[in-house]
Structure formats: structure tokens, C-alpha cells
């Protein structure tokens, strides 16, 4: 008989977020807490340019700014901002490598295709510092953003995320 089922990787889930002056103070099912910075969203800054905090999902934060953009961070960036005993230095530095790969890939295919970073921005519906810290490998994009900035691009997702000679064998 089983007396109690745990719901997989719980402690990885956003279980409340709020507004503070100084940041967004979020908190996990397992009951870390943490605080991100205005500072630390380029996309935000500060604390007036946020209309409201959403968790449509227990691994998803959505900001909405006061412009109408919503921006969205994904629960291992917040975990790991709020607790940085949660980081791991062998994951950090494989994901590392992975957005300064992916990075190189779209300054690569966005100077191929002739565009400017605010070209591209504009084309694919995000902001010029979003494409800023894509192609420094500071940013780990939502799948929607990728799709964005391959459409641009004229290439399918697979392309930014695996070398084209690697796709074709």
C-alpha cells in the first residue's frame, strides 16, 4: 500500500511572487525564498515600469510592464538567482557553453543576413537587449523567443540550437 505520492521535482515549482520596491520576492513549494532585482531584468530596470506579476504555471513568472511587454522567466533562472547554493558549477558551466554557442550562432546568422540588432529586435517582436544578451551567451531564451529570431533569420529552430552539419548527417 502507498501511503503518500510526491509530486516530481516540486521543489522546482513557484508557489508565490510579489512586488517588492527593491525586486520580486519569489518562493518555492520546498520553501527557499529569494529576491531578484529590478536591476538584474534589463527588460524591466525598475520597480515603476511593472504593471503586474503572473504565475500562469508553477514553473513560469510573467511580467507585464507598464508598455504593454510581458517578459517571462522561467523557474530555473529565478531558483538559481534566489539560491545560488541550487547551482551546480559542472550544469552552470555545460549551460554556459550552451547559450555562448547559441549566441555565436545568431550574431553569426544575423550579420550573414544583414541585419542590425535592432533590426532583428523589431522583426522578431522583443527588445534590442534581449538580442543583446542572446548573442553574449547571457540569456537562456523561451522556446517562443527562439522561434522569433529563427523565423528573422529564415532558419528553423533546429539550425540555432544544432550545428548545420550536425543536422544534415
Not at 518562493?27 to 530596470?45: N, Q
Not at 517582436?125 to 534581449?130: F, L, M, S
Not at 529552430?157 to 543536422?167: D, P, Q
Request: glycine fraction near 8%; include cysteine.
Amino acid at each position: 500500500m502507498i501511503d503518500a505520492v510526491l509530486v516530481k521535482n516540486a521543489n522546482r515549482m513557484m508557489t508565490i511572487a510579489s512586488l517588492l520596491e527593491e525586486g520580486i520576492e519569489l518562493g518555492f513549494a520546498d520553501g527557499a525564498m529569494g529576491l531578484i532585482p529590478y536591476s538584474e531584468l534589463p527588460e524591466i530596470g525598475e520597480r515603476a515600469a511593472l504593471s503586474a506579476v503572473e504565475l500562469p504555471s508553477p514553473y513560469e513568472l510573467v511580467l507585464n510592464t507598464t508598455q504593454g511587454a510581458t517578459v517571462e522567466i522561467p523557474w530555473d533562472f529565478a531558483r538559481c538567482y534566489c539560491n545560488a547554493t541550487y547551482r551546480r558549477p559542472a550544469i552552470e558551466d555545460i549551460a554556459m557553453q550552451g547559450r555562448q554557442t547559441l549566441g555565436l550562432r545568431i550574431r553569426r546568422l544575423r550579420k550573414s543576413a544583414g541585419l542590425t540588432q535592432d533590426a532583428l529586435a523589431g522583426a522578431a517582436g522583443i527588445k534590442r537587449v534581449t538580442v543583446v544578451r542572446l548573442e553574449k551567451g547571457e540569456h537562456t531564451p523561451r522556446y517562443k523567443t527562439l522561434s522569433a529570431v529563427a523565423r528573422v533569420l529564415g532558419v528553423d529552430v533546429s539550425e540555432l540550437l544544432v550545428e548545420l552539419e550536425v543536422l544534415r548527417r
